[in-house]
């Protein structure tokens, strides 16, 4: 907003320019060519130059190259890659569906046009590759009462209040099934489930400390298999310092006190994480003093970007919980939903 408003002139930016953002800006500088360890493709140079001067804000854009002369990287130079991306084109997209992906385009198909008739309908699938026949796809939508025919006209499809729900919410399919199984259950507690927390880290220190130990390098994600079975083993606590050993025996207690038989390797570490996240935003704490308490608590590190994405998909699961309630009158749940949403977005 600044810079649209140009308070500022210069953002420097990663690679989520080319995610096609609405960033407007009169010139775009490349100070390298590279995405983390490969050279940028052609559809993604595309996508960030096309950052410099957009229609309705700026006369012309300037884009500026600056490649380091005789940079070797696996054989390329950098120079030469310049030259051949501002010599390409946008690359053809081909675009592979999943079953789940294949259901959700019909549904939002049918949803997004007035009586749809199934022929015509049919005809927009019958040049692509899918994973799944078209006529099955409908049964699985009819059979899971997302769809339904219209009552005069069997060649008519209609959503039901269910399936537009679903759609206007980006599910897939067992994920809005999942929600409706357990619209008497706490909202919170279904999207702990439907899309739990899993961007957290073992601190650096922690990481070394049992790579030392061990002596082998450890994954540093803490939801790895290999993680959760160190963390969780009497002889490697055991060789640690008691200050560690404190850290790990809370992560524990507090998030792995379950009876589960595949314990540690079960959910309930990322729900009882998501859970807590959670809480502690409803008890008023921002992203930066969430990722704090897990450092100085459990030496778990956990980036504030993150929880601020995660939280804002989980208001986008609770608009969607709010929505599979109404579609089957359940107003009260609706509105528990949208008071939770309110907390979550204030942090009270």
Known sequence: MAFANQEISTVVTTAAL?????????????????????????NEFSQMLGRAGRPSFHD????YLLPELNKDYEGSLEEEVAIDLLDSDVDNINVEYSEDDVYE??????????????????????D???????????????DKKLIRYHKDNKNVLLPTRYGRAVSLSFLKIDKAEYIRKHLKKDPLQVVEKIEPFDSAYI??????????TLKTNISSRLFADSTRDILTSADVLAKLDPQYVEKIVSLQVDFLSCNCQERPFCDCLETNISDKIIRQRLSGGSPNYISRYFM???DVHIYPGDI????????????AISRISLAFNNKKMSNKTKQLIKKIELGK
């Open 296 to 298: 100085t608590n459990y």
């Open 203 to 212: 601190s650096n220190r922690l990481a070394t400390r049992l790579s030392s």
């Open 60 to 63: 012309k854009g300037k884009v």
């Open 128 to 142: 692509m590759e899918l994973p799944i026949l078209f006529d099955d796809a409908l049964n699985v939508l009819y």
């Open 308 to 319: 601020f994405s995660w939280l804002d998909q989980v208001i986008r699961s609770l608009e």
């Open 18 to 42: 080319a995610a096609g953002v609405d960033f407007p800006a009169s010139q775009v500088l490349f100070e390298t060519l590279r995405m983390g360890n490969k050279w940028l493709t052609n």
């Open 105 to 126: 385009q019909i549904l939002a198909d049918i949803c997004a046009t007035k009586n749809p008739d199934i022929n015509n309908l049919k005809s927009k699938y019958d």
